[in-house]
Each structure stands twice: as structure tokens, then as C-alpha cells.
């Protein structure tokens, strides 16, 4: 599971869970698989994201980086800036470890890396 | 990447595993690599939502769908689906066509996928949603949820018995459907209760505009 996804995942579906979001990382195995680097889509991409989740997301899976919590101005003319963003987004995979609402903790497994986000039915919001 | 022929697309699509156990309750039909290929080269070269994009495929099956539109240069793939064999059985298609740095797939349930995703995280959505025969609506809450996940386009396959009813929802929704290909779902024998070898469903391909068009392709 990549860090875009986890920037888009909530637990949300869980009854009782108003925001869900972000969902707490523990990652046990995490590699780094390939991905060609596309410039003018990490440049659209960023705007969208939830920049500090997505900073910390890095961190908590023991990704050292130096991107602050702050996005940088002028990342569009920033190749090495963009680079590292998309390292951090598309290459980092987390194979095995959970994800936890931050709400419940309730722990959602992700293994061979998918992410498992099915609820019993007594769960169900 | 981009210019790939339909002819070249489908048969990179074409050893693509199926299931060895379809699921009647999820109406889990193999999307055939033609109309993968077919689908994907519509919406790559009519009207431009694949290459670069962030792409969705709810109830992604096989993952002919995400592994279609990575082949085809999609930046980010995401294939979503309920049952884990066929989540699994996507990540290794993906793995075997080599696009695993494009694609992620995660085991949710598609028809609350609203509640598991921020809306609006996708430029674009391709589907090829259970047709609601089994379990009535089906259909149309996967056609929801794809229309709250995409900002450009959703394209999905609907049968063509069922079209005005797809039609006038996707007009009560605000949202511009267009019939863009007619054609003939072979379905082969799957299931037991399938007396004959394979069934022709006529299926319209529709693409959903989430913004105004601007030349009314």
C-alpha cells in the first residue's frame, strides 16, 4: 500500500466514527517498488493531498525525509523537491503492519500489501 | 505508452487469470480482455482520461480494468473489491504485467466506498459494476459511488434493457450521460444454473461527465 492511499483512507465506515481520518500507520515490512517518475503529475497531485498526513504518514513508517509540515512555495520548479515527493508517495510500499482508527483503534490489517478495510456486520455505521 | 494500439492493448490484456470460483452473489463475470481493451481505448483516445490520470476501478475483479489503464500510462490505479481472492488475484495480474508501481488494491465494500475514501479523489473511474440482477440496485449504488470518487468522467458498463432507468438517474444526479458503444456481453457459462454455453446480453458502455462538455463528444 502506497502513502497516496493512505492520504485518501478513513475509517469512516465504522458506526460511531465522525472523521476517521488520518488512520494511524504501523508498518511491519515496507519496500520500494519502482515507479516511473511523471513530473507534471506529482505537481497536480500535491495540491490535492492532505500535506502534513502525508508528511507524517512518512515518518511514522520511519521514512526519513526532510519535508517539513510546511509545503514549499515554489515546489512546481523544484525537481529534486518533486522527486522526493514522489518517492515518498508512489514508491514506498507497505507490505505488511495495520492501520487504526484513530477514533476506535480498531485495527484494520494490511498484508501482502492490501490494505483490509471490511467490517463485521455489528460494525457497520 | 500512450499511442498503444487497441490490437496491442488486448492482448497484453488477454492471459489475464480469471476466477477459478465465480461468486453468484456479487455477480462476478470476468470482464473479457476485448471489451477491457475496448473501453480503456475509448476513454484513452476519444477523450483523454487515462494517461497521467488517477484512475479507480470499483469491484476491480481480475483487474483487467486498472491493469488495462496502467498499461496505458495511468499514473495511479486503484482497484477496489470486496472479496479477497479477487483482490489477491489482482495484485498478482498486476505483478505479472509489471504495473505494481502504478496500482494498489484494497479489499472494502464498494457500496460504501464513500465512507471509506475522501470523494473526489480520482480524475477518473472504470467499472464494470455487477449488473444488478442478482441483487436488485446494485448496479446503481456502484454508479453512485463512482460518480462521488470521480472529478472528470466515470465510465461503466450497464445492461441495455436498463438504460432509461440509467439515464434519467444520471440526469436527476446533474451529471451528462452518454451511451458511448453498444455491445454484445458474451457471457460464457460461468454458473451451474447456466443452461446453455454462453449468453448474449446486449451491455451499453456509458460515459458519465462530471463536467459540462465542452464540443458534445
Redesign the interface.
Known sequence: MKLLTHNLLSSKSLKGVKVGYPLRIVAKDVKISECEFNKEFVKKIIPKLDWKVFVNAAVEIGQTSDLSDELIEDYEDDDDYLKKVHHLLMEVEIINGELICPETDRVFPISAGIPNLLLNENEVS | MASMKLKTLQHALEDIETFDNPKIELEQYTTSSHIAACILHTAQFVYNDIS?K?VADLGCGSGVLCIGAALLGA??C?GFD?D?SA??LS?ENAADRDV???C??????VK?ID????LK?FDTVIMNPPFGTRERGADLIFLKMALSLATEAVYSLHKTSTRQHVLSMAKELGVYAKVIAELRFDLPASYKFHRRDSVDVQVDLIRFALRVPVNNL
Open positions: 497521467g488517477c499514473q495511479y486503484a470486496i479477497p483482490i489477491s495484485v505494481s508501481g502504478q494498489d488494491f484494497i479489499l472494502c465494500d460504501k465512507k471509506n475514501m475522501q479523489a
